[in-house]
């Protein structure tokens, strides 16, 4: 009896030495989450418009429905003195006539761009950077037929660049590619048509036009009030064997303007201004203002 309950007690004793040993040795579980060096914003827009006139309406017009979205990102990894960045810039729009039997786009891009900067004071670095610039969906002119003239990677623009950036906070950045190289792509033959021989600089069977140049990229956002935002940014390209002709520079300057009317509710326009003799030899513009829902994240 006495040696059954002394293993018995030997059991309950060893039992809580044990728990008491692995409560002392285990690790304490975390109480934190590990640190992120990313942080991320981004903005959804959508709105439209609709028009309708009776069959008797004297000042005529013609009944349209139309819709714009656009969504932009923004990544920012931060770590000591390296950073990068990742940027996209999406806008898609359409409008239906009743007079017409198609639908014809309103705005269409696609903006990706990703930087990768090492900081040598607290305003200056070096950088090396590559960003793409192209479309969705098929493009054509309506100005005598409906001939169709572009699409997704015709033309696309894929610029690489290393040289030196300027910021300052997140309301400037400034990038100089003192080294770029530049594909101008157009990888759909169709938009040549029957007779033309070179599209947007590229040679008909070429599909790709290289060039090395100098690169120069600015953009800001900053809220001018409370209610209203802005943001903008210039690109510009030269080669360097055409240095000696400015006319022949590549300039693009994209701005959207925001106003804030309540939580959900946003004025929004945007204007873009291109200035590339590859494409025409006049500046093009283009300009969309809409009223619709807003939502950041």
């Not at 934190?32 to 991320?40: G, I, K």
């Not at 806008?91 to 761009?113: A, C, E, M, P, W």
Request: charged share 20%; no cysteine.
């Amino acid at each position: 009896m006495e040696k059954k309950v002394g293993i018995i007690l030997l059991t309950f004793f060893g039992f809580f030495a044990f728990k008491s040993r692995s409560q002392t040795t285990s690790k304490p579980l975390p109480t934190t989450l590990p640190e992120s060096y990313w942080t991320w914003t981004n903005e959804y827009s959508l709105s439209g418009n609709q028009s309708y006139f009776s069959k008797n309406w004297k000042s005529g017009g013609v009944n349209n429905l139309a819709g714009n979205t656009v969504f932009i990102t923004k990544g920012l990894y931060k770590k000591k003195t390296m950073s990068a960045t990742f940027s996209g810039d999406f806008r898609f729009g359409l409008q239906k006539n009743v007079v017409d039997s198609f639908v014809r786009k309103t705005q269409d891009l696609i903006y990706l761009d990703g930087n990768y900067s090492h900081e040598i004071n607290q305003r200056w670095m070096g950088f090396g950077s590559l960003n793409l610039v192209s479309q969705f969906s098929p493009g054509f002119d309506y100005a005598s037929s409906r001939k169709f003239i572009s699409s997704f990677l015709a033309p696309g623009y894929l610029t690489e660049a290393i040289g030196l950036q300027y910021k300052k906070a997140q309301i400037l950045n400034a990038r100089m590619g003192l080294l770029a190289m530049k594909q101008s792509m157009v990888i759909n033959e169709e938009v040549y048509g029957l007779t033309d021989t070179v599209r947007y600089g590229v040679p008909k069977g070429e599909r790709i036009r290289n060039e090395v140049g100098m690169q120069l990229q600015v953009s800001v956002d900053k809220d001018i009030i409370k209610q209203l935002s802005f943001k903008g940014r210039y690109q510009g390209f030269v080669s360097y064997q055409q240095i000696s002709q400015p006319k022949v520079f590549d300039h693009r300057v994209d701005i959207l303007l925001t106003y804030k009317i309540n939580k959900w509710l946003r004025f929004t326009g945007s204007i873009i201004i291109l200035r590339d003799i590859d494409q025409d030899a006049k500046i093009q513009f283009s300009q969309v203002l809409g009223l619709g829902l807003n939502y950041k994240f």
